[in-house]
């Protein structure tokens, strides 16, 4: 079994040698483990130090594309490399590598396919509460949306199989985190969570450059999401909203119109006949959102067969197969 660790990069030449230097050189279950780069338009010697420190790999873009465009970068490269299970870690070496092996154990195992390291939120001491907070916060609201137990959405400490990774898609430019959860819930993916160490701050967060950023980006993400997976739920709340506003104001003008005061609230039937065609409107869209979405389903099925046609998974796995065989052979005539 091949683990590759993809470290995605913007100017971290000054944290990136320790952070890989970190990492596990063996882990129990797996055959090889092997580094992998994504060098997200680096200005600085990120690219010389990741050659200095052994990585295997190097995914080079001229100008900086965003976490969530390097992050899908590096799963392509890493299940052309062969990966059969893939960490996404920080080069700020922000998460305890030795826990990488907890967090593969899962898929190694055979339990998950999609797992996710939970720091221990509260007890870091470089979060502010109102970081702290809105970390609690945005989880919450992802597990609703996704409906999974994820406690911490926002880690980038994840473990990936090759089969979670073929499904995978990210349409956001802002980050990966909230939305592959959404995604992974919505398919059913076999998805965990393991609790996993963190180290001191080393440089301030890129992703959270402050707080109201923060909220419009991740609810913009969550929102979007949310329409893309569950677009008739979505619009059906939506529209209820409009017609139980309509619905009210209806009443209102009967109960008036019986105590002979109707003339008075023509205002309110004009606005129960808007609210209650935008909640019709809502819930048509939602209906027509859903026959989208069930299209889209069609999509992805092709789209993770073409995957395992251009990775040669098909081949990998065979050999792979072959390979455990003649092992099992070698132990029996041992």
Known sequence: MKLVIQIPCYNEEENLGAAIDALPGSIPGIDVIEYLIINDGSNDNTVKV?????????????????????????????????????????????????????????????????VIGERPIDDTEHFSKMKKRLQHIGSWTVRTASGTDIPDAPSGFRAISREAALHMNVINNYTYTLETIIQAGHNRTAIASVKVRTNPETRPSRLFKSIPAYIKRSSATIIRAFMMYKPLKFFFVFGSLFLLGALALGIRYIVYMCLGEGTGHVQSLILTAILALMGFMAIL??????????????????????????????????????????????????
Do not use: W
Not at 71 to 96: E, K
Not at 310 to 328: C, F, V
């Open 285 to 334: 869209i939602g209906l027509l959102g859903d026959v989208i979405a069930a299209n889209r389903k069609i999509i992805e099925d092709i789209q993770y067969h073409v995957r395992r046609i251009d990775y040669r998974i098909d081949r990998i796995e065979d050999e792979n197969a072959a390979n455990s065989n003649e092992k099992a052979e070698d132990k029996a005539n041992e």
């Open 50 to 114: 990741a050659k200095e420190h052994g990585v295997h790999y190097i995914v080079n873009f001229r100008r900086n594309r965003g976490l969530a465009f390097g992050f899908m970068a590096g799963l392509d490269a890493a299940l052309r490399a062969g990966a059969d299970i893939i960490v996404n870690t920080d080069a700020d070496n922000q998460y305890c590598a030795e826990d990488i092996e907890k967090i593969v154990a899962p898929i190694v195992e055979g339990k998950s396919d999609y």
